[in-house]
């Protein structure tokens, strides 16, 4: 069951894109389990978007919702206070096993310490080329579509950020059967996932789902699990790392106490996490992108005059996309209307204050982009899609502390960066090539689990120019 989406049209000047329809009120015990089974963001109600922190019980779960920015502040800065919630990182385990999205204190420090050199791969100059290959080879997939019928944007950019990021750890591109896997193995993943999280929610069992998701995981690693054994097995044998990129920098790493190397599992660990934080959160924020620039031609024309502008039919350079701030802005935009991870759960680790509430140990505290950036205190018509709002200096002060879809404090995303010329670079490029409309009477309905997603893909015609 879920909510009918609000938005999808024009209101005053703005185009507000589609959200659930936020309940009255809260929910009665049994109608959260109902509307949650499918969706975070659909159990919400309306005060939810406005209040300072909320509380929520559950026959399993006692869990609290700080939207109050100084206490975000507070939980996000202390890493050791506020770890990550332990099941969270019980359902992400068959996923991405003890990494280092999943540790928590000392251990997520070494882990840490140990894949910081993997990262100097991911340095934007260092991957500009792959992007553009990558948003290359989108386009002549696009090409070879059958332009007069509509086209199911979200497989597209699943395929375009897993190619980005699948170049960027193994030095080799993402085949069209391997990624179309990768998106359907995930959404089954989420999908299961979020009902075994309900289950425990309210103490029942999980009646297979955490079993289903387990199968699905395993379907992600078997893309990539031979690539990193036979890489592996080189590297012990002979010394030979191979190509230069992320897995040749985890093989290298070493614990900074016991000098000891990631075993297999532990590598892929990392390997999936990097993986799939570096291309699923992509994926979704670009699919977004393309139906809200779908939607408003307008800001679409103007983003295409300024790439054209700045980069004509050259290939896209990082000294070009910081003279292209419509489209950072598109990309900001976006993140902020249908930010990836929109909840993001943390453990009370001893007792605390806060506000007028005392928490408990095990207590479950979640600071929430999807809230704290559509909260009408911090931002101007919140639900609207209007990019143009970045330049406004108030709305540059609120963007360094309402805006947060890459987390904030020491656990911070590291891939912000990254994420933002991979956007820039695909967008442009696309909108170079193509003039992109929405279809009439299609309006995708975000769903929340892990990640946000449109539960039955973005559908949009694509015409070359």
Not at 88 to 107: E, H, K, M, W
Not at 199 to 209: A, E, W
Not at 289 to 317: K, M, N, S
Request: proline share 8%; charged share 20%.
């Amino acid at each position: 069951m879920s909510l009918p989406n609000i938005g999808g049209e024009h209101v005053d000047g703005l185009f507000v894109p589609p959200f659930p329809d936020p309940h009255p009120k809260k929910s009665s015990l049994f109608w959260r389990f109902v509307r949650g089974w499918n969706s975070w963001i659909h159990v919400l109600f309306e005060k939810s978007y406005t209040m300072k922190m909320g509380e929520i019980r559950t026959p399993g779960l006692h869990m609290y919702i700080a939207n109050e920015l100084p206490l975000v502040k507070r939980i996000m800065s202390d890493w050791r206070g506020f770890p990550k919630h332990h099941l969270l990182v019980r359902t992400l385990g068959p996923a991405i096993g003890n990494s280092v999205f999943s540790a928590n204190g000392d251990d997520w420090a070494t882990q840490r310490e140990m894949i910081n050199p993997a990262f100097q791969q991911a340095a934007l100059g260092r991957t500009l080329p792959m992007m553009r290959d990558a948003a290359d080879a989108l386009v002549e997939r696009v090409r070879r579509s059958d332009l007069d019928r509509p086209i199911d944007v979200d497989p597209l950019m699943t395929h375009v950020a897993a190619d980005v990021i699948f170049r960027t750890l193994f030095s080799s591109p993402l085949s069209e059967g391997d990624a179309r896997r990768i998106h359907d193995a995930f959404n089954r993943f989420q999908r299961h996932a979020q009902s075994a999280s309900m289950l425990r929610f309210y103490r029942m069992p999980t009646l297979g789902f955490f079993h289903c998701s387990r199968r699905a995981a395993a379907d992600i690693h078997g893309v990539f699990a031979h690539i990193v054994q036979r890489r592996l097995d080189a590297y012990r044998a002979t010394g030979d790392l191979g190509p230069s990129d992320i897995l040749a920098s985890l093989m290298e790493a070493r614990h900074p106490k016991t000098g000891a190397p990631f075993s297999f599992t532990d590598l892929m660990g990392q390997v999936s996490t990097i993986f799939l934080a570096g291309h699923e959160t992509s994926a979704s924020a670009l699919s977004w992108a393309l139906y809200c620039l779908a939607e408003e031609a307008e800001t679409q024309r103007i983003a295409r005059d300024e790439v054209l502008f700045v980069a004509g039919t050259r290939p896209i350079q990082a000294e070009m996309i910081r003279r292209m701030p419509i489209i950072r802005n598109v990309f900001r935009e976006t993140l902020r209307l249908y930010p990836p991870v929109a909840f993001m759960p943390r453990e009370v680790s001893c007792p605390t204050q806060m506000r007028d509430k005392q928490l408990a140990p095990g207590a479950m505290v979640v600071v929430s982009p999807w809230l704290i950036q559509r909260n009408p205190e911090h931002w101007r018509c919140p639900h609207a899609f209007h990019p143009a709002r970045f330049d406004d200096p108030d709305a540059k002060t609120k963007s360094r502390e309402a805006w947060l879809p890459f987390g904030a404090g020491p656990r911070i995303c590291v891939g912000a960066g990254f994420a933002t010329q991979e956007a820039a670079v695909v967008l442009a490029t696309l909108l170079r090539t193509f003039t992109i409309r929405a279809v009439p009477g299609e309006t995708p309905e975000p769903v929340s689990r892990l990640t946000l997603r449109p539960k039955r893909g973005v559908k949009l015609y694509f015409s070359l120019r």
